[in-house]
């Protein structure tokens, strides 16, 4: 007979999430229950920052695929690698994965977006989603990010990760694990503005 840990277990084997994923909680934990609890669908695709920035991968899967940023120490890389890890209930696809000359590797990634001289939270979390997966699927230390800002002339930001950082990423991730698995319906954010930008504006209550 099957436990009921067992059941649980199982279901959770089945739930992968995304770095988006991961930053729609962080804005608001509601989006999480709304897209899996009730599967409700956001349509993001409406939103400008949203197509411009994927029409900026588009471009730079095909531009320069031989360069390798020897400034940072990069000796080898893969463009547009789909990773997964049932672990850590993450997936996604990096838009490049860095093999630098220390032995270590790094994601980087490419944002349509102004560098305004601090570092961002939510790209950050991004980044770090995207370290665990190459860590584990390479077996390779991933102590290091990279973020282009493509709106401010392709700036290159380097974001050091330390064990905090990764224990703050996976205790997010075991919330989101309890919106979706037990239907646990969060609170809202506490910030009026996103409630204003917000897809799910009209049903949050």
């Known amino acids: 007979m099957t436990s009921i840990n067992q059941t649980t277990k199982a279901g959770l084997m089945n739930i992968l999430l995304t770095p988006s994923d991961i930053l729609e909680y962080v804005y608001c934990p509601r989006f999480i229950y709304f897209m899996f ?26 531009i320069n695929k031989d360069y390798l940023r020897k400034k940072i120490g990069v000796t ?28 270590t590797m790094a994601p980087l990634d490419y944002k349509f977006a102004e560098y305004k001289d601090r570092q961002y939270k939510t790209h950050k979390t991004q980044s770090l989603a995207y370290a665990i997966l190459i860590s584990e699927n390479y077996g390779r230390p991933v102590r290091k990010g990279f973020v282009i800002y493509t709106r401010s002339r392709n700036k290159l930001v380097e974001i050091e990760f330390r064990q905090r950082d990764y224990d703050a990423l996976e205790k997010i991730i075991q919330e989101m694990l309890l919106i ?21 504006r009209k049903i949050c209550v």
């Open 180 to 200: 979706i698995q037990k239907g646990y319906y969060p609170k809202k954010t506490s910030s009026r503005a996103k409630c204003d930008d917000c897809t799910f």
């Open 37 to 62: 609890a009730l599967e409700i669908e956001q349509h993001e695709d409406k939103r400008f920052k949203v197509r411009k920035g994927r029409d900026i991968h588009k471009v730079k899967s095909h």
């Open 76 to 103: 080898d890389k893969e463009s547009e690698v789909w990773l997964s890890s049932d672990t850590h209930h993450l997936k996604g696809i990096v838009d490049e994965v860095l093999t630098l000359d220390d032995g």
